[in-house]
């Protein structure tokens, strides 16, 4: 059985961050900035194999991705591998997923992917008939999508059958985010649509001076977008006002890393800008810049580390970002935002994943790492290696666990909803008898239409009237 084969694959990986392994980071450098080690881990990459520089945290969970297209999911409070899986395609890159529920969801420009979180159990797949070109995002019962047709749509999380869609002036490159009941959508046409996100209600629109491609997210302050009119602007959630807006000095095509006061903004003119998020602050809304600065790792209530175009890490201070101290990155070059828990996590395109806590911190006991990776097993855990050979069986055991999966039916089944669903059209007009699980391992999807044709402004799946009030999901509560 295939889950079977890969969950013995994982436990031998489990030695891999144990503390018998030399640290991949300076443990000395780490504690002179009040960091020191949490956890690392080796993930079983085969020869041939390097991650990518898409890398996510998504609640507790980590997602890394190889350029071959496989994803590890991986505890971000313990360490613990959970499960690998092929989700995407050889060049098509990992877009942020979402949760919903005990699931995650994946997109590729071709499929959209819905795994068990825990397990990486397969649990539905539909493919598009659009090109998607956003990540994705869930109120909790509908999941939201861009394209590069001019659209985005929402679907049905449990069955990911279509619900709606609604048009937009250019393509939509942008990761909308969600916020109670309403959706905010941002397209390259330099709009922002805030709407119901159950019924495509508009409810306001606004129009910035350029393109906006950069992922939209969103805290208790509003909605943040970075725009390549070289602007981090902060919006209201309920009347789309600007709250304020920041000028940097060249085109924003990343979104911002949200601290608790401070929104860190990448800029290639710039480097790594930290921008007051207080909205009675008029005076110096930009506090500082660090022009070597390429991502922020996360910051405490002194320091800023971030991971600069030399791959050093630097503790800059937070108050005036001035250089402190440098931390050795020893090619880890992929940056995972952690900026609200004090978490820096950092890559190796070899697989290695390094995380690091203020000092303090209580570390992970091996009962935790073991119900992390495997939840209601009582398999103990392997012993630490004493060398790079355990590491190597691991990625032998893995290997063969993927490449048997390629031979009988596919692992986990496919319900007959998913099969009627299978395609993203409704029961009525899915094909009988059709469709299956997507393999265990095997690629995420392919196309299944051509993208569907412009549409006329007075389109019926424009959003809907505005003065129209029927079918609102709930009250929005930042109206009551």
């Not at 019962?141 to 002036?169: C, M, P, Q, T």
């Not at 990761?175 to 390259?188: F, H, I, M, Q």
Request: net charge negative.
């Amino acid at each position: 059985m295939l889950h079977k084969a890969i969950t013995t694959a994982l436990v031998a990986s489990l030695p891999l961050f144990a503390t018998a392994q030399p640290d991949y980071i300076d443990p000395e450098a780490l504690g002179a900035v009040g960091y020191t080690k949490y956890w690392q881990l080796a993930l079983p990459l085969r020869a041939d194999q390097q991650l990518s520089n898409d890398a996510y945290l998504v609640d507790d969970q980590l997602y890394f991705s190889t350029r071959d297209g496989m994803v590890f999911a991986v505890h971000a409070d313990t360490g613990a591998l959970r499960w690998v899986r092929e989700v995407s395609r050889p060049g098509y890159g990992l877009r942020r997923p979402c949760h919903v529920g005990k699931d995650v969801v994946f997109v590729t420009p071709t499929t959209m992917l819905k795994l068990d979180r825990i397990y990486g159990e397969p649990k539905a797949v539909a493919d598009f008939g659009f090109a998607c070109s956003t990540g994705v995002a869930t109120d909790g019962s509908r999941l939201f999508v861009g394209s590069i047709n001019h659209r985005f749509y929402a679907f049905d999380a449990e069955h990911l059958f279509e619900l709606w869609k609604a048009s937009s002036g250019a393509p939509i490159e942008s990761t909308p985010v969600v916020s109670g009941p309403r959706l905010y959508v941002a397209s390259s046409d330099r709009s922002i649509s805030s709407m119901t996100a159950a019924n495509k209600r508009l409810r306001w629109q606004a129009v910035v001076a350029g393109p906006i491609t950069a992922d939209l997210v969103r805290n208790d302050s509003g909605v943040f977008v970075a725009s390549r009119d070289n602007s981090l602007y902060l919006y209201d959630y309920v009347h789309g006002e600007v709250r304020w807006q920041a000028r940097l000095s060249g085109a924003l095509r990343e979104p911002p890393v949200l601290g608790a006061e401070l929104a860190f903004q990448y800029c290639a003119d710039d480097g790594v800008a930290a921008i007051e998020i207080d909205v009675a602050r008029e005076d110096r809304r930009i506090r500082w810049k660090y022009p070597s600065g390429r991502a922020t790792l996360t910051h405490d209530a002194k320091h800023a580390l971030i991971l600069t175009h030399s791959r050093s890490i630097d503790a800059v201070s937070l108050q005036d970002g001035k250089f402190l101290r440098a931390i050795p990155a020893r090619g880890f070059g992929i940056a995972v935002p952690s900026a609200l828990n004090a978490a820096m996590i950092v890559a190796h395109p070899d697989g290695r994943i390094f995380c690091a806590r203020p000092r303090g911190a209580a570390l992970p006991t091996a009962a935790q790492v073991r119900e992390a990776a495997l939840p209601g097993s009582t398999t103990p855990l392997p012993e630490a290696p004493r060398s790079g050979i355990a590491a190597a069986a691991a990625a032998a055991a893995l290997d063969a666990a993927l490449n048997t999966s390629t031979a009988g039916p596919p692992a986990g089944g496919k319900s007959k909803v998913s099969r009627d669903f299978g395609t993203g059209r409704s029961p009525a007009t899915a094909p009988r008898g059709g469709g299956s699980a997507p393999p265990a391992t095997g690629p995420a999807g392919t196309p299944s239409g051509a993208a569907d044709p412009p549409m006329p402004a007075d389109s019926p799946d424009s959003p809907s009237d505005p003065d129209d009030d029927s079918d609102d999901d709930a009250a929005d509560p930042d109206e009551r």
